[in-house]
Structure formats: structure tokens, C-alpha cells
């Protein structure tokens, strides 16, 4: 093992040596500071754990510390090598003679043209002498960063947030609930992490987790839209597609007092209710003049061809399981009858093919009559 000794012959009679050496992480900064070394059945101490072994410091356990750093450069009090030697040796002391009495004195370098400079997270040009003090002033305080040996804990940590994830994907709880989820749980283990860092000794690094439920979010939300758009089931596209007569059902919803979030959480619904293929669609954003006057309204739409006897039995299933499935989901979302809230559902004939788009005009405009009709008479058998 090749060690330089020092050059004085009193510190080599004195016996009480350690190592100083600084050894970089894998990515070249400097997070840990080795305790001791062991050499061929040699346990050979650094020089702050020599240090704490004369000044009765408690001796830590483990062989390499994290060290838990002060702040950035120049955070230790400093003082010119050169301007105390020009004092010591000058006739006239401009110094306090008790400048160092019970202090801890490192001496060291900081010109970075000497190469005792290294990386640290708090700062890319950390002078190796401020490193030494900090590892001594840890040993000192006995809060060095402990980091639990918990790889089971934070494997499961991360197996419970893809599963999580996964599944409210499957679950399609919707697309701005699992952003709001999911980014609750990340913000929330890094401020654990940084809580831990900050204002305990005990470093809980959370950083696997975070990253591998990152990745597999992004993965996720790219591969939910990508199949969402590949089998989107939309009545309009259908009947633009087909030809000849078609049969169609509108079911309308109008939530007055619901917001965009409440309106999202119904289409949501309306989407799981039944088992047949519809569209549920609503108008979004904030709307002026007489588009104003459509919003907060939930559309449904099913369609068949006229000729199908079968399809149009199902398609009659489908929307009695969706009206009915109607009042229980607007009673869990708060918008019920007396918030404003009301459906109707007119069905009619539309032509498919080029003129599927007229059609569906026509039978919007028919549901709005027939809707503003039945509320009419309802009002007067009312009165």
C-alpha cells in the first residue's frame, strides 16, 4: 500500500496519523468520506476519525459516512495562512494571542491552481480542505446522513406506484384525476426526501421510485392516447362511414350549475354505463354569445342501421341502462335536480354517408325543440 508519510519528525514520532484521501463517487462527486481503511488485516483510520478517537467524539459505526454538508464554500471560518505567519513572526502582534484556543485548526489550500478542488452537490469547485472540516465537524455533532438499507421497502414503494398507475389506466378513472393523483404522490415523496435532508440525520432517498414511476406515467399516458384514439367509438365517424338509413338516439344532459369538472366526471360515467358502442361527448371551455347558451351540456349518441332489428333492440338496451344508470351518477357528483340539472333523449332518422353531418344537425336541433316542448307542458300540468 503506498502511503506518503508526513515530512516532519514530530508528527511521525507522535504516532497519531490518518489518512486524508477523498474518494469521488462513481459520477465524480464527492458525497461520502471513508472512516477507515482496511488493509491486510490493517484497520487504518482517516485523519478526522483519529481526531475523534483522541477528542472522546463518538466513533461511528459504519465505514464510509455521507456527509452532511454546512453549505457551500467558504461557509467555515477562514483565515490567511500568510497574514498569521506575518504576525507570528513580526515584533508587534496585531492578532489575539487566544486566536485558536480550544478550536479545531485544518490547514489547507484553496487556490484551485494547487488541484485540491472537487465537485459536491453543493457546489462544482469545493476546496478539499473545507471537505476534511466537514467530515470532522460530523463526527464532532454525530449527524453525519444516515441512509436506511431498505432496498425491499423502496422495490415495494415502486412496484405500488406502476400498480397504482396501472391501475387507474385500466380503471379509466380519467385522465385529469390520474394527473392530479399522480402528481400528488411524486410531489409528495420529494418533499419527503428533501424533509429528510434537510432537518433530520436520516436520508430517505426516494429517488428510485420517483423515476421509475415517472418513466412508466410517460409510458403510460403515451400508449392510453394512442389506443384511445385507435378505438375511439364515435357515432359520427360511423354514420359518415355508412350508408343508406340509419336510426339514431341523442341523449342531452344540461347540468346549469355544474363546472368543467363536474361535467367531465359525468361524461366519465355516462362512457362506463352500459355495454353498447356510443359517444359521449360535452362542450368544453368557456363559451360567448349563443354558443353560451349549449354549455354544460353532455351529449350522448347511439346509431344503427335502420334495417338492423337486433342492433336496434340493443341500442334501446343500452340507452335505458344509460338513463337509467343517470340519476345515481348525478347524485355522486352533486348535481342533482336541484342544481339545475336535466336530461332528454329524442331519437330520429338520419341519412349516413355525406349527408350523416346534416343529419346529425337536424336531430340535434329536433332534441332541442322536443326537450323545450316537454318542459312547456310540464309546467302547465303544474299550474
Given at each position: 500500500?503506498a502511503?506518503?508519510?508526513?515530512?516532519?519528525?514530530?508528527?511521525?514520532?507522535?504516532?497519531?496519523?490518518?489518512?486524508?484521501?477523498?474518494?469521488p463517487?462513481?459520477?465524480?462527486?464527492?458525497?461520502?468520506?471513508?472512516?477507515y481503511?482496511?488493509?491486510?488485516?490493517?484497520?487504518?483510520?482517516?485523519?478526522?476519525?483519529?481526531?475523534?478517537c483522541d477528542?472522546?467524539y463518538?466513533?461511528?459505526?459504519?465505514q464510509r459516512?455521507l456527509l452532511?454538508w454546512?453549505?457551500?464554500p467558504?461557509?467555515?471560518?477562514?483565515?490567511?495562512?500568510?497574514?498569521?505567519?506575518?504576525?507570528?513572526t513580526?515584533?508587534?502582534?496585531?492578532?489575539?494571542?487566544?486566536?485558536?484556543?480550544?478550536?479545531?485548526?485544518?490547514?489547507?489550500?484553496?487556490?484551485?491552481?494547487?488541484f485540491?478542488?472537487?465537485?459536491t452537490?453543493?457546489s462544482r469547485?469545493?476546496?478539499?480542505?473545507?471537505?476534511?472540516?466537514?467530515?470532522?465537524?460530523?463526527?464532532?455533532?454525530?449527524?453525519?446522513?444516515?441512509?436506511?438499507?431498505?432496498?425491499?421497502?423502496?422495490?415495494?414503494?415502486?412496484?405500488?406506484?406502476?400498480?397504482?398507475?396501472?391501475?387507474?389506466?385500466?380503471?379509466?378513472?380519467?385522465?385529469?384525476?390520474?394527473?392530479?393523483?399522480?402528481?400528488?404522490?411524486?410531489?409528495?415523496?420529494?418533499?419527503?426526501?428533501?424533509?429528510?435532508?434537510?432537518?433530520?440525520?436520516?436520508?430517505?432517498?426516494?429517488?428510485?421510485p420517483?423515476?421509475?414511476?415517472?418513466?412508466?406515467?410517460?409510458?403510460?399516458?403515451?400508449?392510453?392516447?394512442?389506443?384511445?384514439k385507435?378505438?375511439?367509438?364515435?357515432?359520427?365517424?360511423?354514420?359518415?362511414?355508412?350508408?343508406?338509413?340509419?336510426?339514431?338516439?341523442?341523449?342531452l344532459?344540461?347540468?346549469?350549475?355544474?363546472?368543467?369538472g363536474?361535467?367531465?366526471?359525468?361524461?366519465?360515467?355516462?362512457?362506463?354505463?352500459?355495454?353498447?358502442?356510443?359517444?359521449?361527448?360535452m362542450?368544453?371551455?368557456?363559451?360567448?354569445?349563443?354558443?353560451?347558451?349549449?354549455?354544460?351540456?353532455?351529449?350522448?349518441?347511439?346509431?344503427?342501421?335502420a334495417?338492423?332489428?337486433?342492433?336496434?333492440?340493443?341500442?334501446?338496451?343500452?340507452?335505458?341502462?344509460?338513463?337509467?344508470?343517470?340519476?345515481?351518477?348525478?347524485?355522486?357528483?352533486?348535481?342533482?335536480?336541484?342544481?339545475?340539472?336535466?336530461?332528454?333523449a329524442?331519437?330520429?332518422?338520419?341519412?349516413?354517408?355525406?349527408?350523416?353531418?346534416?343529419?346529425?344537425?337536424a336531430?340535434?336541433a329536433?332534441?332541442?325543440?322536443?326537450w323545450?316542448?316537454?318542459?312547456?307542458q310540464?309546467?302547465?300540468?303544474?299550474?
Amino acid at each position: 500500500m503506498a502511503v506518503v508519510l508526513p515530512h516532519f519528525a514530530a508528527a511521525l514520532a507522535g504516532g497519531r496519523l490518518g489518512l486524508h484521501n477523498i474518494h469521488p463517487d462513481a459520477d465524480g462527486v464527492v458525497r461520502q468520506y471513508l472512516v477507515y481503511r482496511e488493509d491486510y488485516g490493517w484497520r487504518i483510520p482517516s485523519l478526522p476519525a483519529r481526531l475523534a478517537c483522541d477528542l472522546g467524539y463518538p466513533e461511528p459505526g459504519v465505514q464510509r459516512m455521507l456527509l452532511n454538508w454546512r453549505g457551500k464554500p467558504f461557509t467555515y471560518c477562514y483565515v490567511s495562512f500568510s497574514d498569521v505567519f506575518a504576525d507570528m513572526t513580526s515584533k508587534a502582534r496585531h492578532r489575539p494571542q487566544d486566536e485558536f484556543k480550544g478550536r479545531i485548526v485544518v490547514i489547507g489550500s484553496t487556490a484551485p491552481s494547487l488541484f485540491d478542488i472537487k465537485p459536491t452537490p453543493v457546489s462544482r469547485l469545493h476546496p478539499g480542505v473545507e471537505i476534511l472540516a466537514t467530515a470532522i465537524d460530523n463526527l464532532k455533532h454525530g449527524d453525519y446522513l444516515r441512509f436506511p438499507d431498505a432496498r425491499i421497502a423502496y422495490l415495494l414503494l415502486t412496484l405500488a406506484i406502476v400498480w397504482a398507475t396501472a391501475w387507474g389506466f385500466y380503471r379509466d378513472a380519467g385522465r385529469a384525476r390520474i394527473d392530479r393523483l399522480f402528481g400528488a404522490s411524486q410531489f409528495i415523496l420529494l418533499a419527503i426526501s428533501y424533509a429528510s435532508i434537510n432537518f433530520t440525520s436520516t436520508y430517505i432517498n426516494l429517488t428510485g421510485p420517483v423515476t421509475v414511476g415517472l418513466a412508466f406515467f410517460t409510458i403510460a399516458r403515451v400508449y392510453s392516447t394512442a389506443t384511445g384514439k385507435a378505438q375511439e367509438t364515435s357515432m359520427v365517424r360511423a354514420s359518415l362511414e355508412s350508408g343508406g338509413e340509419l336510426r339514431a338516439v341523442l341523449l342531452l344532459v344540461r347540468c346549469t350549475a355544474a363546472g368543467e369538472g363536474m361535467l367531465a366526471k359525468i361524461r366519465h360515467g355516462l362512457a362506463r354505463a352500459g355495454s353498447g358502442p356510443k359517444s359521449v361527448d360535452m362542450l368544453k371551455g368557456r363559451q360567448k354569445g349563443i354558443w353560451g347558451l349549449f354549455e354544460h351540456t353532455v351529449a350522448v349518441s347511439w346509431v344503427v342501421q335502420a334495417g338492423d332489428q337486433e342492433g336496434a333492440a340493443r341500442m334501446a338496451r343500452d340507452v335505458e341502462a344509460v338513463t337509467a344508470a343517470l340519476p345515481a351518477l348525478l347524485r355522486k357528483v352533486g348535481a342533482d335536480a336541484d342544481s339545475g340539472t336535466a336530461w332528454f333523449a329524442h331519437e330520429g332518422v338520419i341519412s349516413g354517408g355525406a349527408e350523416a353531418a346534416a343529419g346529425w344537425r337536424a336531430l340535434f336541433a329536433q332534441a332541442l325543440l322536443r326537450w323545450d316542448a316537454a318542459a312547456t307542458q310540464q309546467g302547465e300540468k303544474a299550474l
